[in-house]
């Protein structure tokens, strides 16, 4: 699993996996965010994730694969975003029935290497279901996470140990929510009538 450096400098031990399907999930439109993958740059970077080296950049074929990208994308919203276990279920069944045509097979190397090869189904989907296979198949999808706070949404991953953050970043996200409950109680409490 690949890690990366966060803007302080600090390891942040996001897996590949887990960075690609959190920038496609931050590029739907959300709280005041439009729909980043209309933007033919941001939508490129996000392709070039998922697509096998070579496929992301023909023209004739972008429109169709980023129409793919947002379907697939349409599913792992609905995956992370579930208020209960039945909307849960129902966003892996669609995610599962719009994977189907995809297949793998094992190619074992003689120095003993294993890689995953798809060998059916569009190449762009099938990028996107390796890194998700990936994360659940390592227990780590729980940490792909939406941010709590209503003005953000924004996705991000959990690296916390105890996997229990909210906000995609406490210094914005969570001092504004909890500044805000602070203040809502304060407010009660003062404006509460004293006997």
Same mark, same amino acid.
């Given at each position: 699993?690949?890690?990366?450096?966060?803007?302080?400098?600090?390891?942040?031990?996001?897996?590949?996996?887990?960075?690609?399907?959190?920038?496609?999930?931050?590029?739907?439109?959300?709280?005041?965010?439009?729909?980043?993958?209309?933007?033919?740059?941001?939508?490129?970077?996000?392709?070039?994730?998922?697509?096998?080296?070579?496929?992301?950049?023909?023209?004739?074929?972008?429109?169709?694969?980023?129409?793919?990208?947002?379907?697939?994308?349409?599913?792992?919203?609905?995956?992370?975003?579930?208020?209960?276990?039945?909307?849960?279920? /129902? +966003?892996?069944?669609?995610? !599962?029935? $719009?994977? =189907?045509?995809?297949?793998?097979?094992?190619?074992? @190397?003689?120095?003993?290497?294993?890689?995953?090869?798809?060998?059916?189904?569009?190449?762009?989907?099938?990028?996107?279901?390796?890194?998700?296979?990936?994360?659940?198949?390592?227990?780590?999808?729980?940490?792909?996470?939406?941010?709590?706070?209503?003005?953000? /949404? +924004?996705?991000?991953?959990? !690296?916390? $140990?105890? =996997?229990?953050?909210?906000?995609?970043?406490?210094? @914005?996200?969570?001092?504004?929510?909890?500044?805000?409950?602070?203040?809502?109680?304060?407010?009660?409490?003062?404006?509460?009538?004293?006997?």
């Amino acid at each position: 699993m690949a890690t990366g450096t966060d803007e302080g400098g600090k390891r942040d031990h996001v897996p590949g996996a887990g960075r690609a399907v959190v920038e496609l999930l931050n590029s739907r439109p959300h709280a005041i965010h439009a729909d980043r993958l209309d933007d033919q740059e941001h939508a490129a970077r996000i392709l070039a994730q998922f697509a096998p080296v070579g496929l992301a950049g023909e023209a004739a074929d972008a429109a169709q694969r980023i129409e793919v990208l947002r379907a697939i994308r349409s599913d792992l919203e609905a995956i992370v975003t579930a208020a209960d276990e039945h909307e849960l279920a /129902e +966003g892996w069944r669609q995610f !599962t029935a $719009r994977t =189907r045509d995809v297949a793998f097979q094992y190619d074992f @190397t003689a120095a003993g290497d294993l890689a995953t090869l798809q060998v059916a189904g569009d190449p762009v989907l099938g990028g996107v279901t390796r890194a998700v296979a990936e994360l659940v198949s390592s227990g780590t999808w729980s940490r792909v996470r939406v941010c709590v706070n209503p003005a953000c /949404e +924004g996705a991000f991953y959990d !690296t916390t $140990r105890s =996997r229990t953050q909210k906000w995609d970043s406490y210094d @914005t996200c969570g001092n504004r929510i909890n500044v805000a409950s602070y203040r809502a109680r304060r407010s009660d409490r003062d404006s509460a009538p004293t006997s």
